[in-house]
């Protein structure tokens, strides 16, 4: 199998690829598949020259061992086309993977659009407009979100919004085919066609809590005693909290660290932030920054 025939099937590889991505409707992991693929030919392609390369140009020396110099190029010759072989089975392995590979993604995109499909068919029993549904709700801060039907009473149908990957939920209300209102922990959201707050209002994401509580916690190691031996909880034991009218958002917790005298001691602690500046820090009782 030489080098010409390897990128020729690479091609046809290739061009099977692109069919089989592109038949599903809005995929374009065709050009990001199909080219990994290309290049994975060339290279087995390439690594068969090498090989035979290297098996012709070996030192004469080795020919000494072989009775002929017929003898040597025979042997030379089997080594080259085992070489072929095993380079022919990992290519064939390497299309495999990667065809697997289009068809898992081909798959999970279609599993995902037939479940937006439904989503949107239950929806527009209710709304005159899902798109304009879909503006408000991800207005309100719900990006990525799920909706659960509860029930109708007196014209209102009402829903759940479930954020995806996460354990917010809101509720949204629809009358005559308009959304009315949507709220977050009886927060209006949205309500007589305006944008009244949104979820970062009132809620904040793990990455942000996770980086308050790591500044806090280079902020406490500063007051310790012996810092290197300061312990602290796990970030779920955490308060973290936000103040929708001021923006402050509070920190509280505590660290088991060494005293002057080398006993482990917990201290409780409350820092304040504004605008990602501290505006208090109260550890043990004692107020460090008003």
């Known amino acids: ?8 099937i690479g091609l ?19 050009p990001l598949i199909g080219m990994p693929a290309l290049g994975g030919i060339i290279y087995f392609a390439s690594r068969i020259d090498k090989i035979k390369k290297q098996v012709l140009n070996q030192d004469l020396k ?29 290519l064939i392995i390497f299309i495999i993977i990667i065809l697997s590979i289009v068809i898992g993604v081909n798959s999970t995109l279609e599993k995902e659009e037939q ?4 989503k949107r068919q239950m929806i527009e029993q209710y709304v005159s407009s899902y798109d304009d549904l879909d503006n408000i709700v991800k207005s309100c801060g719900f990006d990525d979100y799920n909706l659960e039907y509860v029930g109708e009473e007196k014209g209102i149908y009402y829903f759940i919004i479930r954020q995806e990957n996460s354990n917010v939920s809101g509720g949204l209300n629809i009358q005559n085919g308009q959304v009315i209102s949507v ?20 809620f904040m994401t793990p990455d942000e809590k996770y980086d308050f509580i790591d500044n806090t ?14 312990k602290y909880p796990w970030y779920d034991e955490w308060y973290v909290g936000k103040d929708k009218d001021t ?31 501290i505006i208090s820090l109260i550890f043990d009782g004692q107020e460090y920054i008003k």
């Open 1 to 8: 199998m030489g080098k010409k025939t390897l990128l020729i």
């Open 12 to 30: 046809i590889v290739c061009i099977l690829i692109f069919c089989i991505s592109l038949s599903m409707e809005g995929n374009n992991s065709a």
């Open 62 to 90: 080795n020919k000494d061992t072989v009775e002929t110099i017929s003898n040597y190029h025979n042997t030379q010759t089997k080594k080259i086309k085992k070489a072929e072989v095993e380079q022919g089975i990992g």
């Open 115 to 118: 479940e937006q499909a439904e």
């Open 183 to 202: 709220d977050y922990a009886n927060n209006i959201l949205y309500e007589n066609g305006q944008i009244i707050n949104t979820l970062s209002d009132f």
């Open 217 to 230: 916690k280079n902020t406490i190691n500063t007051i310790l005693k012996s810092p290197s031996t300061a």
């Open 247 to 277: 923006g402050v958002i509070t920190v509280q917790g505590y660290v088991d660290s060494q005293n002057s005298f080398g006993a482990m001691l917990r201290s409780q602690f409350q820092v304040k932030y504004q605008n990602n500046q």
